[in-house]
């Protein structure tokens, strides 16, 4: 009988053993498999991540150089640029160049939907015309120095608009006066919502400067406005 009992203890050792191996074996198995398919999930992910990231800052880029392009076409209009270089000459009195400049500058601003404002500066930072909404005036300090086109995110009515500046030139290249020129930014709220890539109930977007400083967010619970960084 104690032989036979030691066998049968045996035999349950040996059972339990192979159990245990059998589970181990199926686990190794598991995570063998597991870990590719993880990193191949994770891989695909942070292509698609990126993919979305690139195209929402071509969007982004494409939407800056056609508020832009939009600012160059209004600053070029030849007579009313050769009217303020006439004004800087004292050969026109400012009445007669408000007359002759607000009603097209007031055309160009009906003519494009995402323009909501325009402000033309004289020579010495003087306002000649002002259109529509007005965001944040610039440093009339530093409009001298402005050679080229500048365009960003100001703070308006408790929100922020977009604004861009650009110096209106004779056709010598010297400095006549500056245009103010505000956009909405609908679209660009519309590109910071689809930021929502990883997480949507907590994901934020954000738009970030060449220097690497945020400018500005979209509220992660309404998605309704934009924020300034404080």
């Known amino acids: 009988m104690p032989e036979f009992n030691a066998i049968r203890q045996i035999r349950r050792k040996a059972v339990v053993l192979a159990v245990i191996g059998i589970l ?45 392009g939009v600012a160059r076409q209004v600053t070029a209009r030849t007579e009313i640029r050769h ?28 003519s494009e939907p995402a323009l909501v404002g325009i402000k033309r500066l004289g020579p010495m930072g003087e306002t000649i015309v002002e259109l529509g909404v007005s965001g944040e005036s610039p440093d009339l300090a530093r409009l001298a120095d402005l050679t080229g086109i500048e365009s960003r995110l100001v703070g308006f009515d408790g929100g922020v608009i977009w604004r861009t500046i650009i ?42 400067d060449r220097q690497g400083e945020r400018l500005v967010g979209i509220d992660p619970v309404s998605y309704t406005h934009l924020t300034l960084p404080t």
């Open 24 to 68: 181990v074996s199926s686990l190794l198995v598991a995570v063998v498999t597991a870990i590719p398919m993880y990193q191949s999930a994770r891989e695909a992910l942070e292509r698609s991540t990126l993919v979305g990231v690139q195209a929402q800052g071509t969007a982004l880029d494409n939407l800056v150089q056609r508020y832009e």
């Open 83 to 110: 009217r303020l270089k006439r004004y800087d000459e004292g050969e026109v009195s400012l009445d007669a160049l408000v007359a002759f400049t607000a009603p097209r500058l007031g055309e160009a601003l009906a």
């Open 167 to 208: 110096p209106i030139l004779d056709d010598f290249g010297l400095r006549l006066g500056t245009d103010v020129m505000y956009f909405e930014v609908g679209n660009l709220k519309d590109l910071l919502k689809r930021a929502r890539t990883l997480e949507p109930s907590s994901a934020q977007g954000f738009l970030i």
